[in-house]
């Protein structure tokens, strides 16, 4: 189990989403609450959840790779079940959250997904041009897209050892010509 070092909110690195959500309290007692609300922050890796905006330690947090996101209308039973969401991983915790509207649900689970497919591969995704503006850190010119999918890397240089350092550096200048 590895352990992610505690972090104040301002500290969390590059946040991709933030904002307050209710979180299912894993044990809740006749007296409590099951839905706590809680500040949440995603970074390219981890989940973290805070007791509200101003919170030097999380109450809690997780490495989101591996975790799948999405809308989890079962949740609830309320007028608030279209709101919901969870992230799962098999074999570890299901953590479940209610945002404040339908919409910030999906723009969650949508930026959750978007993650952990870039987590998942090396490449920049090729088929989803709406969502490029999300990353303007990167380079995703149309060549590198277009190129990225179906052209072997270093392919005039064939005793050419690759570093990861140099992933972005190697991708030819130009589309390949057809065949």
Known sequence: ??????????DTGNILKQGYLEKRSRE?????????KRWCVLNRR????????KSKQPKGNFSIENYSARLAFHLRKDSRKKC???????????????????????DWVDQIQFLLKDLSSLTIPFDE??????????????SVNMTSHNTTLNQDEP???????DIY?????KQPKPE
């Open 1 to 10: 189990l590895e352990e992610i070092p505690p972090r104040p909110v301002q």
């Open 46 to 53: 981890t989940f973290y959840y805070y007791a509200n905006e």
């Open 84 to 106: 919901c969401f969870e992230l799962t991983c098999p074999g570890k915790r299901t953590y479940e959250f209610t945002a404040p509207s339908p919409a910030e649900a999906e």
């Open 129 to 142: 041009e709406d969502e490029e503006e999300l990353y303007n850190d990167v380079d995703s010119s149309d």
């Open 28 to 36: 809740h007692s006749f007296f409590g609450s099951e839905w706590q």
């Open 159 to 165: 005793n050419v050892e690759m570093e990861e350092d």
């Open 169 to 173: 550096e190697v991708l030819p200048g």
